[in-house]
């Protein structure tokens, strides 16, 4: 099997995570609402699912390979019917990787047991496993969570929330984690909210959710971010904020910008700020940026689609629907042959003759990582009978490695990280090549949190590294290209 990113030439979210706390007296059931949260979360990973949920202190757990509704079915959601669940979706790093970094990841400890689901990426996971296996701990997966997992149980002294600001200490890099123990569910996020986490509420209960569109998807309403830096509690009695040192220290805040370029869903707000929103601004920014005379603006579907329109509107071209995808390909078809690259890209995507034909058109695509796919499409556009392609990059020239839980390749493999935008012109065959500035992106995204009534304008603050190299918690440049 071939994983479809490597196939379509896109950076990787890696993780989703959900979990809730419901009424099981009034008949609500936490496993199936978390079941119903991964669907919405399903687009960040795609190799496993997982739900591990909580009745009288016992926990149970059920994980394996494929997608949540592959993974879950009636009876086995029967099996795992309580009061307490949290999930968990995952894109494996490596196509080679095992089962055993499926999460949640669950362990004994002095208090019990204890689930975790983690999204992100401990930078000095290695370092913290090296120490603690000098203290006794053996290590049974590669995954993050185990550390997370082996840190909070190792200061479990101190109490659950005093374990968790302690490890909150020690823990380095991107998380946004849920841990189930104690009869409550435990929502942390970063001091640098690096990925996103909410939380929301409904009559039944309550849940956290990578995504509010999978709080949503559930019926909870008063949806928050949890801030970076902070502890939820989550209990039958309901939701209490733990203010952690890390969250009054204030790391500011770094969102990663990446979340509303491609990764989450149009639907979520994250931090305040609407996904679609961001990418509609963004292609009309962009569009300003690059002031390109054609016949009409085409998208490359999903994720390009609010950014075409934008372009669209703030360029006064006309958008047409140009590309058209196949939804039915699924996970595991048969990859063709490299000699048949051209029905690779025609099985996922097709060019609109009509819409092409004689004329000068504006491909709009969220980002370019190796370039293979842009040439593909640039192809398709003339094949289709295009005159002119100008391909238009509602975000900047990825050139550096992702550490916080994103596989976008390695930095060598990045089509900008060694090339001028004219050297990947002439490589994609676009007759004119336009990303949209650092500046320009920075801007739009803090004009939309000034904007947000659910923002906190004056707290906003992004990460750009894969954009900028400037990466939020270090002053060094990254080591992981
Ligand atoms: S480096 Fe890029 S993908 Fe990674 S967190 Fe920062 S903005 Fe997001």
């Known amino acids: 099997m071939v994983a479809p990113a490597l196939l379509w030439d896109r950076p990787r979210e890696e993780c989703g995570v959900f979990g809730a706390c419901m009424d099981a007296d009034a008949g609500a059931d936490a496993a199936l609402t978390t079941f119903y949260g991964l669907m919405s979360v399903q687009h960040r990973g795609q190799d496993s699912a997982g739900i591990a949920s909580s009745r009288e202190g016992r926990i149970r757990v059920i994980k394996g390979p494929g997608l949540a509704a592959e993974v879950f079915h009636e009876d086995a959601l029967a099996r795992l019917r309580g009061s307490l669940a949290i999930g968990h979706v995952r894109n494996a790093a490596r196509a080679d990787e095992d089962d055993s970094a499926i ?53 479990y002294s101190l109490g659950m929330t005093g374990a ?32 996103p986490l909410a939380l929301g509420s409904s009559p039944d209960g309550w849940a956290a959710a990578s995504e509010t569109c999978a709080l949503d998807s559930v019926g909870m309403a008063g949806k928050r971010d949890v801030e970076p830096g902070e502890i939820t509690v989550i209990t039958k009695d309901g939701l209490r904020r733990v203010s952690t040192r890390a969250s009054r220290r204030g790391a500011g805040r770094a969102t990663c910008i990446f979340e509303y370029i491609y990764f989450a869903r149009p639907d979520s707000v994250v931090d305040g700020i609407n996904v ?20 009409a603006v085409i998208s ?3 994720s390009g689609v609010a950014a075409g329109l934008g372009y669209a509107e703030a360029s006064g071209i006309r958008y047409q629907q140009g590309l058209i995808r196949n939804r039915y390909l699924g996970r595991t078809f048969i990859r063709p042959k490299a000699s048949q690259r051209e029905t690779g890209v025609r099985l996922k995507l097709n060019a609109v003759e009509h819409v092409c034909a004689g004329r000068r058109v504006v491909l709009v695509d969220d980002s370019i990582v190796r370039g293979t796919t842009s040439a593909r499409l640039v192809s398709l556009m003339r094949k289709s009978g295009a005159r002119q392609v100008h391909l238009g990059v509602s975000s900047p020239p990825v050139k550096f490695a992702c550490p916080y839980g994103i596989d976008t390749s390695r ?25 949209l500035s650092v500046q320009g992106m920075l801007q739009t995204m803090h004009a939309l949190a000034s904007s947000s009534p659910s923002a906190d304008g004056g707290k906003a603050g992004f990460c750009t590294a894969c954009f900028s190299g400037v990466y939020p918690d270090r002053a060094e440049p990254c080591e992981c290209a």
Request: overall charge negative; cysteine-free; charged content about 25%.
């Open 276 to 295: 679609a929103a961001a990418r509609h601004a963004l292609g009309a920014r962009l569009a300003d940026e690059a002031q390109v005379e054609a016949d």
């Open 164 to 195: 968790i600001e302690r490890a909150m200490e020690d823990l380095e890099g991107a998380y946004s984690f849920l841990i189930m123990a104690d009869q409550s569910i435990y929502a942390v996020r970063d001091p640098y909210g690096f990925r």
């Open 300 to 302: 490359v579907p999903e």
């Open 103 to 155: 999460q949640p990841f669950v362990l004994r400890f002095t208090g019990g047991m204890m689930a975790v689901a983690h999204n992100g990426s401990i930078t000095n996971s290695q370092a913290l496993r090296d120490r603690l296996g000098r203290s006794g701990v053996v290590f049974h997966s590669e995954s993050d969570a185990e550390v997370i997992g082996s840190l909070i149980a190792r200061y």
């Open 411 to 435: 930095g060598r493999e990045l089509v900008a990280a060694t090339r001028s935008v004219e050297e990947i012109r002439q490589l994609i065959g676009a007759d004119s090549l336009h990303y």
